[in-house]
């Protein structure tokens, strides 16, 4: 699997899966009827790091982010936010993304990674603290899922080499 830099033109290709799993509202705080306009400014801003893996065949098979959790005497704190194509889980894409992205903050100078709102019922939470990321705090009953009801909100934290 090839793990790159996005480009612009890669947008198309992401925008499938993002709108999939967003409309879904199991695992992303952001509005499910967000436009495509609004999701590209969201996932392709300037301020992040995007990338995404291909599988042999060219296909984009997931996507991910790198940026600054916070700014100023904290910028060295970084977020990342993952999506793998519903079509291609159980795969290793998101492992593979997960294990790329965190070399790049440590390449990039982040000393940590946050997340900030990990649904509790998301399968990846399993992912995260495989990879050595720990929950610091649950808010309880803050994320409304669809089929669970009222689930938490998970901030996890890893610190980084």
């Given amino acids: 699997m090839l793990i790159r830099e996005a480009v612009t033109d890669d947008w198309p290709r992401i925008w499938p899966f993002w709108h999939r799993i967003v409309a879904a509202a199991e695992t992303y705080t952001w509005d499910p009827d967000t436009d495509e306009q609004a999701a590209r400014a969201l996932w ?7 990338y995404v893996a291909e599988d042999p065949a060219g296909t984009v098979a997931g996507s991910a982010y790198l940026t600054a959790n916070y700014g100023g005497p904290a910028a060295h704190v970084a977020n990342a ?46 992912l995260w ?14 994320f409304d899922h669809p089929r669970h009801g009222p689930v938490g909100l998970h901030v996890m934290h890893k610190s980084l080499p």
């Fill in 129 to 142: 603290t495989s990879l050595g990321f720990t929950v610091l705090a649950t808010v309880p009953e803050a």
């Fill in 81 to 126: 936010g993952f999506m793998v194509d519903p079509a291609r889980t159980g795969r290793g894409v998101g492992r593979a993304l997960a294990e790329h992205v965190l070399a790049e903050a440590v390449r990039h100078g982040y000393r940590a990674m946050v997340f900030n709102a990990v649904v509790e019922t998301n399968p990846a939470v399993r």
């Fill in 44 to 50: 392709m801003s300037p301020a992040k790091r995007v």
